[in-house]
């Protein structure tokens, strides 16, 4: 199994970006989605997740700035990322889990990371 992220690179405030997961190895369509992300000195949060079914949640920090979203046939999860802040700055990961509850308890399989870093 493999999950594999990019997209991460040095923007300005304000500035979009694109985070990708490509995911080999594993049924992708049955899997829900999460992204994380962890800054220095902090512990790794959960900023969005999409079920198998498309229902998507968002932590207030990203809510209407960041969209997640899967295409199934490419076994691919993407983030969109907004009006980006230098808050924003952290390792973005992605894990892919059986269930819901198994995302928010950080259980499935992760990529290695992709650095965003949104400074002036």
């Known amino acids: 199994v493999q999950l594999v992220e990019s997209g991460g690179g040095l923007v300005q405030p304000g500035g979009s970006l694109r985070l990708s997961c490509v995911a080999d190895g594993i049924r992708f369509s049955i899997f829900v989605l999460g992204w994380y992300r962890q800054a220095p000195g902090k512990q790794r949060e959960l900023v969005a997740s999409?079920?198998?079914?498309?229902?998507?949640d968002y932590a207030d920090s990203v809510k209407g700035r960041f969209t997640i979203s899967r295409d199934d046939a490419l076994n691919t999860a993407y983030l969109q990322m907004d009006s980006l802040k230098p808050e924003d700055t952290a390792v973005y990961y992605c894990?892919?889990?059986?269930?819901?509850?198994?995302?928010?308890?950080?259980?499935?399989?992760w990529g290695q990371g992709t650095q965003v870093i949104v400074s002036s």
């Open positions: 999409i079920t198998d079914g498309g229902i998507t």
């Open positions: 894990l892919a889990s059986y269930t819901r509850a198994s995302l928010s308890d950080m259980n499935g399989y």
